[in-house]
């Protein structure tokens, strides 16, 4: 099984901020990588796909990059709205989908 | 408007069964492969099962693997997912969603295939206590 491991698991910081999280695989996924936001009590939202490409309708302060085993999602300058739990997922292995842990991003 | 509605949830007691339904609208859903995914409480979210469009190729993760059962019915824009033998540890919120894919051209004609999910349920709860 392909494992995900996010760093951090959370993190403070302030509205304008540039905000980096980084993705992890245990093996080579190539580009395989998606990332999802996630808001109290609601359903994940598709952000990026394919590792860099942006989801239509989603801000371009939204970026991912990366390739092989290591992934980043930057929020250029973080808004009110961008305060969730963010999700990593490869679909490198499409018979065994998996998510990373999630990253806590709260207000500082 | 695509959507994506899930039911079926309950409480329901250790070893019993329960079959959760998602209901598609606003798009070709026999074109698409989809996905359940879960949630624990106050947890991350896990994958639990995908079926294919035409329900020719079918996946589970190993935590689920020979108690739910995947299914499909393209004619009622329905999917559905067969949950026996539950446990404690199968209480979340269970999500339908939808695999997307985009192509992406490569060198000497060859096309790479991009899965996510992109289109998401509002989810429904599962509690299995006694």
């Known amino acids: 099984d392909i494992q995900m491991t996010q760093s951090p698991s959370s993190l403070s910081a302030s509205v304008g901020d540039r905000v980096t999280i980084t993705c992890r695989a245990s093996?080579?996924?190539?580009?395989?990588l998606n990332w999802y936001q996630q808001k109290p009590g609601k359903a994940p939202k598709l952000l990026i796909y394919?590792?860099?490409s942006l989801q239509s309708g989603v801000p371009s302060r939204f970026s991912g990059s990366g390739s092989g085993t290591d992934f980043t999602l930057t929020i250029s300058s973080l808004q009110p709205e961008d305060f969730a739990t963010y999700y990593c997922?490869?679909?490198?292995?499409?018979?065994?989908?998996?998510f990373g842990q999630g990253t806590k991003l709260e207000i500082k | 408007e695509v959507q994506l509605v899930e039911s079926g949830g309950g409480l329901v007691k250790p070893g019993g069964s329960l079959r959760l339904s998602c209901a598609a609208s606003g798009f070709t859903f026999s074109s698409y492969s989809m996905n359940w995914v879960r949630q624990a409480p106050g947890k991350g979210l896990e994958w639990v099962s995908s079926i294919s469009s035409s329900s020719s190729y079918i996946y589970y993760a190993d935590s689920v693997k020979g108690r739910f059962t995947i299914s499909r019915d393209n004619a009622k824009n329905s999917l559905y997912l067969q949950m026996n033998s539950l446990r404690a540890e199968d209480t979340a919120v269970y999500y339908c969603?939808?695999?997307?894919?985009?192509?992406?051209?490569?060198?000497?004609?060859?096309?790479?295939?991009?899965?996510?999910?992109?289109?998401w349920g509002k989810g429904t709860t599962v509690t299995v206590s006694s």
């Open positions: 093996q080579s996924i190539s580009s395989y």
């Open positions: 394919a590792a860099s």
């Open positions: 969603a939808r695999d997307q894919r985009a192509a992406r051209p490569a060198a000497e004609g060859v096309i790479y295939y991009y899965y996510y999910m992109d289109v």
């Open positions: 997922q490869q679909s490198y292995s499409t018979s065994m989908y998996t």
